[in-house]
């Protein structure tokens, strides 16, 4: 009962999604894409038929709470991240992802360049004055929860979409995370890849119910979900490449 309530009470405050990912090998990724293309719509951010660039900067505290967290499979947690996308700071968002059980939701708010390069500066106060609730709460973070700059994480996202449940499959490719900086606009900047050999990360996010048939569109089954983090494989990569 107490965790039912609990959800309950997020998801008051927030929209609550289901969110499953698999490894795929590249010829299920051929021939899913096939399907899917048939019957969802390239995400219209795409710059092309393969999608988009996403770059994250992830923080966590001195504990290394938000890795331990999901390593440990605590049901209840929350990362921070700046994202980025085609290497531009045309577009620039704090995100704030959390994770109750099987359900996710995410908060962003806008930044600008110059927040970001005083961010990594150290210097933040100016979060406290912000009119966004998740600046403040990121300030809050930074200062008492002692967090930081933790990792930079790098992919191609092929994404579809359906408006029922708003349903969103994307195929995230090219996995890689910085090994030297955390200037996320560095178009330089130095990577390493994080995926040994032809796989690629298949995500499906939806809200109440998926649609029978996309369903049966992606053929997958339970025993092939995995418990796959981005952060968590590119941060612990990090310990071993940074120098």
């Given at each position: 009962?107490?965790?039912?309530?609990?959800?309950?009470t997020?998801?008051?405050?927030?929209?609550?999604?289901?969110?499953?990912?698999?490894?795929?090998h590249?010829?299920?990724?051929?021939?899913?894409?096939?399907?899917?293309?048939?019957?969802?719509?390239?995400?219209?951010?795409?710059?092309?038929?393969?999608?988009?660039?996403?770059?994250?900067?992830?923080?966590?505290?001195?504990?290394?709470?938000?890795?331990?967290?999901?390593?440990?499979?605590?049901?209840?947690r929350?990362?921070?991240?700046?994202?980025?996308?085609?290497?531009?700071?045309?577009?620039?968002?704090?995100?704030?992802?959390?994770?109750?059980?099987?359900y996710?939701?995410?908060?962003?708010?806008?930044?600008?360049?110059?927040?970001?390069?005083?961010?990594?500066?150290?210097?933040?106060?100016?979060?406290?004055?912000?009119?966004?609730?998740?600046?403040?709460?990121?300030?809050?973070?930074?200062?008492?929860?002692?967090?930081?700059?933790?990792?930079?994480?790098?992919?191609?996202?092929?994404?579809?979409?359906?408006?029922?449940?708003?349903?969103?499959?994307?195929?995230?490719?090219?996995?890689?995370?910085?090994?030297?900086?955390?200037?996320?606009?560095?178009?330089?900047?130095?990577?390493?890849?994080?995926?040994?050999?032809?796989?690629?990360?298949?995500?499906?996010?939806?809200?109440?119910?998926?649609?029978?048939?996309?369903?049966?569109?992606?053929?997958?089954?339970?025993?092939?979900?995995?418990?796959?983090?981005k952060?968590?494989?590119?941060?612990?990569?990090?310990?071993?490449?940074?120098?």
């Open positions: 009962m107490g965790d039912e309530r609990a959800r309950k997020m998801q008051d405050r927030k929209k609550l999604r289901h969110e499953l990912k698999f490894y795929i590249n010829h299920e990724y051929a021939g899913l894409r096939e399907r899917i293309k048939s019957m969802l719509k390239l995400d219209k951010n795409s710059v092309d038929e393969n999608g988009y660039h996403i770059r994250s900067l992830y923080f966590d505290n001195v504990y290394e709470s938000a890795l331990h967290e999901k390593n440990d499979g605590i049901l209840n929350k990362k921070y991240r700046i994202r980025i996308y085609n290497k531009s700071d045309a577009v620039i968002k704090l995100e704030r992802k959390n994770k109750w059980n099987q996710v939701s995410k908060e962003s708010t806008s930044m600008t360049r110059a927040e970001v390069e005083n961010i990594l500066k150290g210097e933040t106060d100016f979060l406290q004055a912000s009119e966004s609730a998740l600046k403040r709460e990121f300030y809050f973070e930074l200062l008492h929860g002692f967090m930081k700059p933790a990792v930079v994480v790098d992919y191609i996202r092929e994404a579809y979409i359906y408006s029922v449940s708003d349903v969103r499959i994307t195929f995230d490719k090219q996995l890689s995370a910085g090994v030297q900086s955390f200037d996320i606009f560095d178009p330089q900047l130095v990577t390493r890849s994080m995926i040994e050999g032809p796989r690629t990360i298949l995500e499906v996010k939806y809200n109440e119910i998926m649609p029978g048939h996309i369903f049966h569109l992606l053929q997958m089954s339970a025993q092939q979900r995995s418990t796959i983090s952060y968590a494989i590119c941060k612990e990569s990090r310990k071993v490449y940074s120098y």
